[in-house]
């Protein structure tokens, strides 16, 4: 099928008797012409320094942005990264330190791919901002130096 001049969907004739058919019985939905194209820039989450003899956890945030020439709807994913969705982990040589990332500002629903107990996030619109939220758990005894961690960030569209 190709797009006519008018916007509209051009069909064979022996299928426009039965698009106009199922037109009138309201079955016929028609897909838009235009897809959307969407973008996905990321503002990372820096934890600071962390502080071993400290009884609170460590808590940051970071952004994902998705940004589409069209309202449409998405969802975005997360990678595990070093470790699990039950427990991330940022890494300086072979030394480990604990962390997770959460979709909520209370840090109870786990963002990943769907899998682990995690969850993704779905949205629509032409510009979303979502914040990650970050927590390194206290009571984590690290080797000093510099830790970190990739995770991978997945947009469907």
């Not at 001049?5 to 028609?30: D, E, K, N, T």
Request: with cysteine.
């Amino acid at each position: 099928m190709n797009p006519s001049p008018c916007g509209q969907v051009a069909f064979h004739p022996a299928r426009r008797r039965l698009a106009r058919l199922l037109g009138a019985m309201g079955l016929l939905a028609i897909a838009p012409l235009h897809a959307a194209t969407c973008s996905l820039s990321v503002q990372p989450l820096a934890f600071g320094n962390y502080d071993f003899q400290s009884s609170q956890d460590l808590e940051s945030v970071g952004h994902v942005i998705v940004t589409c020439d069209v309202s449409s709807s998405f969802t975005i994913a997360l990678s595990p990264g070093n470790g699990s969705f039950a427990v991330r982990s940022m890494q300086n040589g072979a030394h480990q330190l604990f962390y997770n990332l959460y979709t909520d500002p209370t840090r109870t629903m786990v963002w990943g791919d769907g899998s682990g107990g995690s969850t993704v996030v779905g949205d629509s619109g032409i510009e979303v901002d979502r914040a990650v939220y970050g927590s390194v758990p206290a009571g984590q005894n690290p080797y000093i130096g510099v830790y970190n961690d990739a995770i991978t960030v997945t947009l469907s569209f």
